[in-house]
């Protein structure tokens, strides 16, 4: 029946206001775990007069921390103020640490139940059980930190390239050593395991590539140079490539340019490797400028780019299902972080791994789709160009360019009508069904 109030999370529009009001006379203010709130408690002379604020603890907390934040709230700059708190054997921290022997002492003593209990015996029990709390707290947070350590350095390595593709800056640095490294690995697991007919194939079914040495070369060379001859190799077919597309897509990109380069910033080419199709946009003028290379430059990045985003959000998931399963080597007397750490690096190594080999696969593989029968090179510019060059689109609203001096053409609306269902009564007012009425015929 007594007046108060209640200072939680779930009152936080108000929070400032209660904590200011609690340092009036006849103020009772209930709070949970106390933390610095950002309003001072200011006391009323009424209130200085009286002995200043009382706090009154109704279990001592896990933290020591936080019993004195609690015990702060009193006696602030100068102010006047008393702390009290009470603790049951039978409080969690109690219960937890010590209870039973110091309860069996109390027996002994003759203490009766609910008898109020103040030695320093029990302050002692109190605060050790307090510090064996915050000893094991401070173990888990350093075990949690010390797993996302691992993570961690994962993530530097990740973004640090995400970094590079997304601005571009040594795109061809890195593709150079995505190649070196996945010709690498990709001899280290075959040498010496498949034939070179075996190897061929699977060289084919990776990259769309042959191998640029024979089978005696294969049989008697090192792993070392025949990764030095697969590196040439595949970077020639990429730089190969790339020129192709800048070949085939320039002449249209300039002709684009030429006529409607006043209009249009940028334009979308479609590129594929025969199952995705990436649309990449570039600036109009740039690709120009650079007689397409811009345009292999924007698709190197945006290919890196999708390749890196997609296998992280699958190893993020990988890594969370690992944690989950490192914590059974416990069981079998085996550390678990150690275990994660091992089983990690092998993750993040497969996941490296496949993300070199899909944007290898990707840029070797790369063409522009075309129209049957019309070359990108050869194709006249329709009215509309949504429709011609190859399937390039611009990014606005198109203006015809059937001439110069020529008035924009403009479409007629749309209109969308209401399709009418077989079962549906006829619209002609029959009161037959469709299927039966005018819609027999069809």
């Not at 102010?79 to 009470?86: K, V």
């Not at 609910?114 to 075990?143: C, D, L, P, Y």
């Not at 993020?316 to 550390?335: P, S, T």
Request: aromatic share 6%.
């Amino acid at each position: 029946g007594i007046k108060h109030n209640v200072l939680n999370a779930k009152q936080h529009q108000r929070e400032a206001e209660i904590v200011a009001e609690a340092g009036r006379a006849g103020i009772v203010t209930i709070a949970t775990n106390m933390a610095g709130r950002g309003t001072d408690i200011k006391l009323t002379p009424e209130v200085k007069a009286a002995g200043g604020l009382a706090i009154i603890g109704t279990e001592r907390h896990e933290s020591r921390r936080v019993d004195r934040q609690l015990r702060g709230r009193a006696g602030r700059q100068g102010d006047p103020g008393s702390s009290q708190f009470f603790v049951s054997l039978e409080d969690d921290l109690m219960r937890l640490f010590g209870s039973e022997r110091i309860a069996s002492l109390m027996d002994r003593m003759g203490l009766k139940e609910g008898e109020v209990i103040q030695h320093s015996m029990i302050s002692r029990s109190i605060e050790r059980a307090q510090r064996k709390v915050e000893e094991n707290n401070f173990g888990i947070r350093k075990r949690l930190l010390e797993y996302d350590d691992v993570m961690n350095s994962q993530r530097e390595v990740i973004y640090t390239r995400r970094r590079h593709a997304l601005h571009g800056e040594r795109i061809d640095v890195d593709i150079l050593n995505m190649i070196s490294d996945y010709t690498a690995t990709l001899v280290e697991q075959t040498h010496g395991n498949m034939s070179y007919e075996e190897f061929s194939l699977e060289l084919i079914r990776l990259l769309s590539i042959e191998p640029n040495f024979d089978e005696k070369t294969w049989k008697s060379a090192s792993a070392d140079d025949l990764a030095d001859l697969l590196q040439e190799h595949v970077l020639d077919t990429y730089k190969r490539r790339m020129d192709g597309l800048t070949k085939q897509a320039f002449p249209v990109i300039k002709n684009v340019y030429e006529k409607e380069g006043n209009t249009y910033e940028n334009i979308v080419v479609p590129i594929t490797d025969g199952h995705k199709v990436f649309q990449i946009l570039v600036n109009l003028k740039k690709a120009h400028e650079t007689e397409g290379s811009e345009l292999t430059r924007a698709f190197s990045k945006m290919v890196i780019l999708a390749m890196i985003d997609e296998h992280w959000k699958e190893h993020l998931r990988e890594m969370d299902d690992l944690k989950q399963a490192a914590h059974n080597a416990a069981y079998e007397q085996k550390d678990p972080l150690l275990i994660y750490k091992l089983e990690s690096y092998n993750l993040f190594r497969d996941m490296l791994e496949k993300v070199n080999h899909n944007v290898l696969s990707m840029l070797t593989k790369a063409a522009i789709p075309q129209q049957e029968n019309a070359p990108v090179q050869q194709q006249r510019p329709a009215p509309r160009i949504k429709t011609d060059m190859s399937r390039l689109q611009t990014g606005r609203e198109e203006v015809s360019a059937s001439g110069a001096g020529s008035a924009p053409q403009k479409s007629a609306p749309v209109h969308v009508e209401k399709q009418v269902g077989r079962n549906d009564t006829c619209p002609c007012g029959s009161g037959k069904k469709f299927k039966s009425c005018h819609g027999k015929e069809m």
